[in-house]
């Protein structure tokens, strides 16, 4: 930074002499403005930096009236969302208990279908005995075996289409309606070509 050469405006007779040291008559003006300019700079250096610190604080402070802005219409919009919503609470209640009661029949079918498949094994290793003893003949064990496994086959194959195809996602023991179902497609096609 470029230096002062000039002093404070209006200097008193007590400064002059706190400046210049123990002899007043030997003033030396040039130690005077040095000494009047450092303690220039370093209140230019001490108030910049007091700027920039309070330029620091509002920008900080602004930021955070922004994120309390941000964050207070996120919960006024949650708010309105869940007014909007008659009885929320009761609807998300009972929408959690049709998905627990979804989830308990799927799994109860599951376990239909692998006790179903637990029997299967049990009559296979039954029947394998009685072929090895000599009770049944091989053809008689394999219409055994077979039939067992066409009826494991045909329980699979009707839960799982059943499940993906007609029943309702919502409610496990309802069968979902479709419009083909109800003849309502046929319907709004007359109600069209009438149109």
Do not use: H
Not at 37 to 45: C, G, P, R
Not at 58 to 78: C, E, F, V
Not at 105 to 113: H, R, S, V
């Amino acid at each position: 930074m470029a230096s002062l050469n000039y002093a404070f405006p209006a200097v008193d007779r007590d400064t002059v002499q706190s400046l210049a040291g123990s002899s007043a008559q030997n003033v030396d003006s040039n130690n005077i403005i040095q000494q009047i300019n450092q303690a220039e700079m370093s209140n230019l250096v001490q108030s910049l930096n007091n700027a920039e610190s309070n330029s620091n604080n509002a920008l900080s402070y602004g930021m955070m009236l922004n994120r309390n802005k941000t964050i207070r219409d996120i919960a006024t919009d949650l708010t309105t969302q869940n007014k909007r919503v008659n009885n929320g609470a009761k609807d998300t209640y009972s929408r959690q208990a049709e998905i627990n009661e979804w989830a308990a029949q799927n799994k109860y079918d599951t376990l239909f279908f692998l006790q179903t498949l637990f029997i299967y094994f049990c009559l296979v290793v039954v029947s394998l005995f009685f072929r090895q003893m000599g009770v049944f003949p091989d053809v008689v064990n394999y219409m055994i075996i077979g039939l067992g496994l066409l009826i494991v086959i045909g329980i699979l194959w009707n839960r799982a289409s059943y499940t993906s195809a007609n029943r309702d996602k919502r409610y496990w023991n309802r069968r979902f309606m479709g419009l083909d179902d109800s003849n309502l497609s046929a319907q709004m096609q007359c109600t069209l070509q009438t149109a």
